[in-house]
């Protein structure tokens, strides 16, 4: 597992976000207890997810589909 600090968000989708700038990678834990990498996303979209109103409608839009990623842990 990763070191990557995770932050808690106000989500109904999702519990903790977090980013490694170093590797460019975004770690997601969701409500449902899976926790997802997304590679290669830039820092910016990283700010800009923190700072969405609705993280889970930026998840949507500007994550889901846009990044390659990997089941990490959780339920399948």
Do not use: W
């Amino acid at each position: 597992m990763s070191s990557v600090t995770l932050h808690p968000v106000d989500s109904s989708m999702m519990s903790n976000i977090g980013y490694d700038p170093a590797s460019r990678t975004l770690t997601i834990l969701f409500h449902s207890g899976k926790r997802y990498d997304y590679e290669g996303v830039p820092p910016e979209v990283y700010e800009r997810f923190l700072a969405a109103s609705s993280q889970g409608s930026f998840f949507r839009n500007e994550i889901d589909g846009c990044y390659e990623y990997r089941h990490v842990r959780g339920r399948r």
